[in-house]
Structure formats: C-alpha cells, structure tokens
T-cell receptor, first 110, second 114 residues
Framework: RKEVEQDPGPFNVPEGATVAFNCTYSNSASQSFFWYRQDCRKEPKLLMSVYSSGNEDGRFTAQLNRASQYISLLIRDSKLSDSATYLCVVHNQAGTALIFGKGTTLSVSS | DAGVTQSPTHLIKTRGQHVTLRCSPISGHKSVSWYQQVLGQGPQFIFQYYEKEERGRGNFPDRFSARQFPNYSSELNVNALLLGDSALYLC?????????????FGEGSRLTVL
C-alpha cells in the first residue's frame, strides 16, 4: 500500500462548481497533514495545513479523520485560477520529511 | 526577500555522467531538503540536511549524495546517471529540522538524461 494515496484525476469542472478531493495515508503515527498546490511546471506551494477539527480558508475546507486515516479538500465556487495539481502531504513519523501523494489534477473551465 | 534559489534550472546529461545541483535556502533557514519529482508523480524525499549534517535519507541508491555548507547552501550530486534519473529536482528549506509549518520549495532543476 502506498503511504499516501489520492483520488485519480483529472477532475474537469465548470466555473462555480464544488469539487472534493480525497486522500488516505497508511502511517497511523503521522502527526501533520497538508495540502500543497502545484501549478504546471512550477514548484509545490502550501495551500493549507489540515487540523483534526477541520479548517477553512475562504473557499477551501480541509478535513481530517484520524480513525479512518483520511484527509479531504473541498473547493467551493471553483475559479479558473484554481486549475492546478493538488498534492496530499503527510509528515513522516520523525517530522523531518514530507510524503507526497501522486497529486490530483483539477481543470476548471469557463 | 529572496526565496529558495536553485541552479541550474535546466540541464541535459547522458547516461553514465554525473551531475551537481545547487541550492541556496531562504536567509535564516538552516534545513535544506532535496526531493525528486518524476513526471506525473508527487515529489519523493531524497535527503534532509540540518546544520551541515545529514538528518534523513529517503529510499535512493548510493549514487545520490549531498552536502550542506557552512552558509547552509547545499549541493546534490548524482553519479552514473540513468535514464530514470530524468526528473525535476526540488530543493526546499525550512527554519528547523522538524517541520511545524510550511516547507518552501525552489523552482527546481529539470534534469534530462539521454
């Protein structure tokens, strides 16, 4: 089983749509969780951290279910500028390395 | 303030050659990590260096090596290049060894092995 698994993509949605990405991780000892965004041929950048209580940043909502080892990202009212690859990321147990999922590509069209 | 800078941005090598990639972290950051991103995959952890010592190593062969200098910049070396080493090599910096927040990536060095 891969350490971090994500929904296969791509997701093609119209502007204004709501889209959800899911991710599972294998190491129950993981303590920190993130969503990174990567634009085409660019470096990954932190989108948001994911907290046990769930957290929201504008149109973006992240949820964590430790019991199921499941992480989600919800994007509401999609914009053209949201088109990118979204990477689910988990710390290794020591907290010294990030373990990335394969990424899910989102394409928002007008 | 300057972000993480990497050089070269693009390079082409042939099988069997070696390559050196360079990275300068954000000023004040003491930890530098290297990741390999093959097309269509997420980045994969290669090394972490903190205070000039290797603090973590991913599942990569001994052909991969790195070091960190007193000014916290870093080099990644890959010997005996294989076609499969073609990838985007990303350097990332952080304040501390243990990440409690954001990891800052450079734009990467895109290596093509022919």
């Amino acid at each position: 089983r891969k350490e971090v698994e994500q929904d296969p993509g791509p997701f093609n949605v119209p502007e204004g749509a709501t889209v959800a990405f899911n991710c599972t991780y294998s190491n129950s000892a993981s303590q920190s969780f993130f969503w990174y965004r990567q634009d085409c041929r660019k470096e990954p950048k932190l989108l948001m951290s994911v907290y046990s209580s769930g957290n929201e940043d504008g149109r973006f909502t992240a949820q964590l279910n430790r019991a199921s080892q499941y992480i989600s990202l919800l994007i509401r009212d999609s914009k053209l500028s949201d088109s990118a690859t979204y990477l689910c990321v988990v710390h290794n147990q020591a907290g010294t390395a990030l373990i990335f999922g394969k990424g899910t590509t989102l394409s928002v069209s007008s | 303030d300057a972000g993480v800078t990497q050089s070269p941005t693009h390079l082409i090598k042939t099988r069997g050659q070696h390559v050196t990639l360079r990275c300068s972290p954000i000023s004040g950051h003491k930890s530098v990590s290297w990741y390999q991103q093959v097309l269509g995959q997420g980045p994969q952890f290669i090394f972490q260096y903190y205070e000039k010592e290797e603090r973590g190593r991913g599942n990569f062969p001994d052909r991969f090596s790195a070091r960190q200098f007193p000014n916290y910049s870093s080099e990644l070396n890959v010997n005996a290049l294989l076609l499969g080493d073609s990838a985007l090599y990303l350097c990332a910096s952080s304040l501390d060894r243990v990440y409690t927040g954001e990891l800052f990536f450079g734009e990467g060095s895109r290596l093509t092995v022919l």
